[in-house]
């Protein structure tokens, strides 16, 4: 007889490993969330009353992913974090050869852009 007992592992499992793939963009806790993700939904498999069994495979591979994903992250990061500076475009300009063009009176009527824009925009509310 079979019974629904509930698996701690496995929903463990799966919520670290989701925590895992989510925070793949800083790869050292997407790494370690999908590595006790996937030792999690392991150990919740081989249980001996090993009820949820679906949701431990699933702890499995989502937490695989997130491994994956963090590792691949950390290989984009020390590779973009390893390129010296002199590889990048960096290109000095003086503050003089940048020029903005400075309104002339006609162009804001009636106290300025601010007022025309209030106008504008609560008289399509209005």
């Known amino acids: 007889m ?5 698996n701690g592992k496995a929903i463990a499992s799966l919520v670290v490993s989701c925590i895992s793939v989510l925070s793949c963009c800083t790869w050292y806790v997407s790494i370690i969330f999908g590595f006790a993700g996937v030792v999690l ?18 702890g499995i591979v989502v937490g695989a992913v997130g491994l994956t994903l963090g590792i691949a992250s950390a290989v984009i990061y020390i590779y973009l974090a ?24 006609s162009a804001f009527p ?16 209005f």
């Open 2 to 6: 079979e019974t629904n007992k509930k």
């Open 41 to 58: 939904g392991l150990m919740a498999f081989r249980d001996e009353y090993a009820g949820q069994r679906d949701l431990a495979v699933a």
């Open 82 to 105: 390893g390129m010296p500076a002199s590889t990048t475009n960096n290109t000095t300009v003086s503050p003089s050869a940048i020029t903005v063009p400075s309104p002339t009176p």
């Open 110 to 125: 009636e106290g300025g852009g601010t007022t025309m824009f209030l106008r504008g925009f609560l008289g399509s509310w």
